[in-house]
């Protein structure tokens, strides 16, 4: 039988967070009453959902140069793309955006999806080896 698991209001996830060493701050940009999560140099946004929960505004993301990068999987390696800058991710920096992830889900009671919790999963896939293929 399934666990139901108890939703957690947004004041409680962002005491939660505060007391696992996340930094929490009001989000420069975005909707107003929405808040900047960090931690081993990745953010995200979060925001009060309108059923009291959690809703994720910007997905976890690498903090680079002050923006978050998004991941970009180009086929033979893994790149962190902001607006400005891309770089190519390291190891070190995966490691570091799934473990962020994973504790960000744990204290707003999200859902952990089987995939999500081998690896680091990216938002965009570029193999250029398919390009102009229908």
């Known amino acids: 039988m399934a666990k ?18 996340f930094d929490v701050a009001p989000a420069s940009q975005g909707s107003r009453g929405s808040f ?17 929960g959690v809703d994720l505004l910007v997905r976890p993301g690498w903090l680079l140069n002050g923006e978050i990068a998004r991941i970009v999987d180009r086929g033979y390696q893994k790149f962190l793309k902001t607006t400005h800058l891309e770089i190519p991710a390291t190891a070190d920096h995966l490691r570091s955006l799934h473990s962020f992830s994973e504790e960000l889900k744990e204290a707003s009671g999200g859902m952990s999806l089987y995939n999500e919790s081998l690896g680091t999963t990216s938002d965009r896939y570029l193999y250029d080896r398919v390009a102009g293929r229908e």
């Open 4 to 21: 139901k698991t108890q939703q957690r209001t947004f004041q409680d996830v962002l005491s939660t967070l505060g007391t696992q060493h």
């Open 36 to 52: 900047q999560v960090r931690k081993y140099g990745c953010a995200a946004e979060i925001a009060a959902a309108k059923d009291g």
